[in-house]
């Protein structure tokens, strides 16, 4: 009996001391608590993004706005006298030359008020060298002499308005131009003041364009600017600024500014739309990027930079744009990598892959040469080997002989 008991007490230490053995062993259970962790850090894969390099760019600085082309000289012909139409002596559409007689009135009534008038100052200028003669003699007083020279003044006058309404008969050009559309023909009996038709010079044309108030100190006569037309697509016209207005618009806070552009070939119009550029400094290089590559966020303005195949974020400050451009102040340097597509699918610190690398503005095609794409994520580590197989077991204990 106590063999027998002797026997059950050593199956139950050898048992208790494997298990013992087994989970004392260093390490296992931190082996399968960092498993998991280990899967999903190495579950993370890199995102595809496009990319491009900060590079430099020869940048001029200025001010863009919109404006109208108008006239160097406009106006409407409109008779002085009234009167009808005998003779309209231009074609409408063509280059007029500065007194070219345009439209003539009939002169027949104003032809016999002259000659009326002439005659009227013939008779007083007889009276008046009679009174001159009577007077010396004493056969007239003083005031018979002052009358008759009063009379004679009077018909001068007279004769002076009948050759001038005779002369506003025919209405000439003021300035060389091209003629427009008239509105009347031969036989209208126009008034004074009615509109017969206009007359634009063009070469140079004037270009009238506005500025905030905040560009006041950058804007002087003579400075340079660079129009583009909607209405002639590819093709840039340079001007100059001959004038400012002294006066800031209340409604708007602006400025009105006016310059001038050469139209020799005559393609551009008064009343064309068009885009103005005008340039307050000489070009000069500066960081630029693709305005895609920029996320605003509030008053604040950020790019995902590359940095050693991660994602970092970078706040930047932003000066002029220009043709899908954007001038970068602060907050970049050359030659770095910044992502233009992509950043909607990324966070802070997020690992990337350079799918495709753009150009960087104003650089050729290859102009990727020393970017080194981010990694692609390492293959994920073999799962953790699965808790080993308990050892043999022991062997058991001799068997107890029978008593």
Same mark, same amino acid.
């Given at each position: ?75 409407? %012909? &409109? ?76 018909? =001068? ?8 309404? %005779? ?14 559309? &008239?509105? /009347?023909? /031969?036989?209208?009996? +126009?008034? =004074? ?6 007359? =634009? ?74 885009? +103005?550029?005008?340039?307050? &400094? ?6 630029? +990027?693709?305005?895609?590559?920029? /996320? ?31 001038? +970068? ?8 990598? /910044?992502?233009?597509?992509?950043? %909607? ?59």
């Amino acid at each position: 009996m106590n063999t027998a008991v002797i026997g059950v007490a050593a199956i139950l230490i050898v048992v208790a001391g494997a298990v013992g053995f087994w989970l004392g062993r260093p390490g296992d259970a931190s082996k399968l608590s960092a498993a998991p962790a280990a899967s999903v850090a190495a579950a993370a894969p890199a995102v595809a993004v496009e990319a491009v390099q900060v590079n430099r760019l020869a940048m001029p600085q200025g001010i863009t706005a919109v404006g109208s082309l108008r006239s160097d000289e406009s106006i409407t %012909l &409109r008779p002085e006298v009234a009167g009808r139409i005998s003779a309209i002596q231009f074609r409408e559409g063509e280059r007029v030359a500065k007194g070219a007689p345009l439209v003539k009135l009939d002169p027949s009534v104003t032809r016999a008020e002259l000659q009326q008038a002439q005659a009227n100052m013939t008779l007083a200028k007889a009276k008046y060298d009679r009174a001159i003669d009577l007077q010396g003699k004493g056969f007239i007083s003083g005031q018979a002499k002052d009358e008759a020279e009063n009379n004679l003044k009077v018909a =001068e006058a007279s004769l002076a308005l009948a050759q001038a309404k %005779l002369a506003k008969l025919s209405i000439e050009a003021p300035f060389s131009g091209i003629i427009g559309l &008239r509105s /009347v023909s /031969v036989g209208d009996y +126009v008034k =004074e003041g009615a509109d017969m038709v206009n007359l =634009e010079a063009i070469d140079p044309l004037k270009v009238d364009f506005r500025v905030p108030e905040i560009y006041l100190s950058q804007i002087h006569v003579g400075q340079s600017l660079q129009m583009s037309l909607d209405a002639v697509p590819g093709k840039t016209y340079e001007g100059k600024v001959f004038a400012i207005n002294p006066l800031v618009d209340a409604a708007g806070r602006a400025v009105v500014i006016r310059a001038q552009v050469r139209n020799q070939d005559t393609t551009l119009r008064p009343g064309m739309f068009a885009r +103005v550029r005008l340039l307050t &400094r000489d070009a000069q290089e500066a960081l630029v +990027v693709p305005e895609q590559a920029i /996320v605003p966020q509030g008053d604040e303005w950020f790019v995902y930079r590359i940095i050693d195949g991660k994602a970092q974020r970078a706040k930047v400050e932003i000066g002029q744009r220009r043709g899908g451009k954007a001038e +970068v102040l602060k907050g970049l340097r050359d030659g770095d990598m /910044v992502i233009t597509a992509g950043q %909607l699918k990324i966070r802070e610190g997020a690992p990337v892959q350079v799918a495709a690398v753009q150009s960087a503005p104003g650089a050729p095609p290859n102009a990727d040469a020393g970017i080194v794409a981010a990694p692609s994520a390492p293959p994920p580590p073999s799962k953790v080997d699965a808790i080993p197989a308990v050892p043999a077991k022991a062997d058991a204990a001799p068997a107890v002989p029978k008593s």
